[in-house]
């Protein structure tokens, strides 16, 4: 089993940053894909950020340029740095953790977290 906790979001102006983190706890050796997703009111959850092994990443267009996914091992955490945010950023953020290194993205498997609420006012 994986626990997921993820932290930081909160409430920031159109053009602020944020740096969400989410902590891995349990059987975090085998978890070589990571990502962040996301879920606005009345919206399909979407992926954003993804992570495998090897350091592989890939962006949702909309946050190319503005998002970064990273991963520290030692710490058992990923990140997802955001800046120069949009009104349009606004959702849930969930962190997820997957088993195999090459999986399918649009499902949704894999371990989740509760979700942390970012808001981002015009």
């Known amino acids: 089993q994986v626990q997921l906790v993820e932290s930081g979001g909160g409430l920031v102006q159109a053009g602020g940053s944020l740096r969400l983190s989410c902590v891995a706890s349990?059987?975090?050796?085998?978890?070589?894909?990571m990502a962040w997703y996301r879920q606005a009111p009345g919206k399909q959850r979407e992926l954003v950020a993804s992570?495998?092994?090897?350091?592989?990443?890939n962006y949702e267009d909309s946050v190319k340029g503005r998002f970064t996914i990273s991963r520290d091992n030692a710490k058992n955490t990923v990140y997802l740095q955001m800046n120069s945010l949009k009104p349009e950023d606004t959702a849930v953020y969930y962190c997820?953790?997957?088993?195999?290194?090459?999986?399918?993205?649009?499902?949704?498997?894999?371990?989740w977290g509760q979700g942390t609420q970012v808001t981002v006012s015009s």
């Open positions: 992570l495998r092994s090897g350091g592989f990443t």
């Open positions: 997820n953790a997957r088993i195999a290194q090459y999986t399918n993205w649009a499902r949704l498997d894999g371990y």
């Open positions: 349990g059987r975090t050796f085998s978890m070589p894909a």
